[in-house]
């Protein structure tokens, strides 16, 4: 019976410890102090009055005298202009940046084309140059109609159908999507998507892609894979993908390039394509006659 009573006290006795424990960690959670800002407390109301909001300026510790609310509205146009600029950067990204991050090149060389690093040295390259810039100044202010420059190898094509892009990237008023394409290596990535179901290159893909560019570069246009393959023509999927593309931009100009007559291009492409392809091309071809192959220029020393 002792026992029990003994028992009963300590379990009594554990309850009133546990229950003083309790106590105490609540006493200490409802301890904490407000937050304190004493930078606030130090504001020292001047008397003046702000003009705009007709309350009291304050002061802190010898600073100039400022109204609350100003300051308050200062910073939530601060916040504001953040948020444009990083939609103006984003919009950036997805327009003006095309050009670097969408084109596809199979020479990597050509990425760098302007038209200041194009050499005037012969009469064909001088009149080139002034034609190329006189149709890119034209695209500047929305001409729609195609360009096609003809020419043999290494004479300057790719260089300057990229040059006239980055002048028309560079000083357009809002941005356009500016875009180079070798066929030869779009074709070939649409065709490896045939086979790689992983592949981002697909034909409908690309085909977006290109429709969606303001102003396309579709660079050496005939000598794209598959495209000379059989005697009557272009294989099915590079005329398929040709059409789908120059059809989605009877509105907007693209550039072509080729070493191709109109004759061997008509062989190997239908008429109707060839004809929407050089859509309001006339005095807009800028044709290579008499210009030595720059790439040959190179020395390879044997
Ligand atoms: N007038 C020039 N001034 C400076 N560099 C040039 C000039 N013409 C061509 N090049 C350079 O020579 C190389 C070959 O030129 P480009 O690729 O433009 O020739 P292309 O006519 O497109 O040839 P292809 O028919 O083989 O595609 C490129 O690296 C290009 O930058
Ligand atoms: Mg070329
Ligand atoms: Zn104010």
Request: aromatic share 8%; hydrophobic share 35%.
């Amino acid at each position: 019976m002792k026992k029990n009573l003994d028992s009963r006290t300590a379990d009594l006795l554990k309850d009133v410890e546990q229950k003083k424990r309790d106590e105490h960690a609540r006493k200490e959670m409802m301890d904490v102090k407000p937050l304190e800002f004493p930078l606030l407390d130090e504001l020292v109301e001047t008397g003046l009055i702000c003009e705009k909001h007709g309350c009291q300026l304050v002061t802190f510790k010898g600073l100039k005298p400022f109204c609350k609310q100003c300051a308050k509205e200062q910073i939530e146009a601060d916040n504001e202009k953040l948020a444009q600029d990083a939609a103006a950067k984003y919009h950036k990204r997805t327009t003006y940046d095309w050009l670097r991050k969408q084109s596809i090149f199979s020479d990597e060389s050509i990425k760098y084309a302007t038209f200041a690093s194009y050499i005037e040295d012969e009469k064909e390259t001088i009149e080139n140059k002034k034609l190329a810039r006189h149709i890119a100044g034209e695209y500047l202010k929305g001409a729609s109609y195609n360009t096609v420059f003809y020419g043999s190898v290494g004479t300057g094509k790719s260089h300057l159908s990229m040059a006239m892009l980055q002048a028309v990237n560079e000083h357009s008023d809002s941005f356009k999507r500016c875009l180079f394409v070798s066929t030869d290596e779009l074709m070939r990535r649409i065709k490896d998507s045939f086979s790689n179901k992983q592949s981002p290159y697909t034909e409908q893909a690309m085909v977006e892609r290109l429709i969606k560019a303001d102003l396309l570069v579709l660079d050496d246009l005939g000598a794209e894979t598959g495209a000379a393959s059989t005697e009557n023509g272009a294989t099915d999927y590079t005329v398929r993908t040709l059409n789908a593309i120059v059809n989605g931009r009877m509105n907007k100009p693209t550039i072509f390039t080729t070493n191709l007559s109109s004759t061997q291009l008509t062989k190997m492409y239908d008429k109707r394509l060839m004809s929407r392809m050089f859509r309001g091309s006339k005095g807009h071809v800028i044709i290579f006659e008499n210009t030595r192959d720059k790439r040959t220029d190179i020395d390879y020393g044997f």
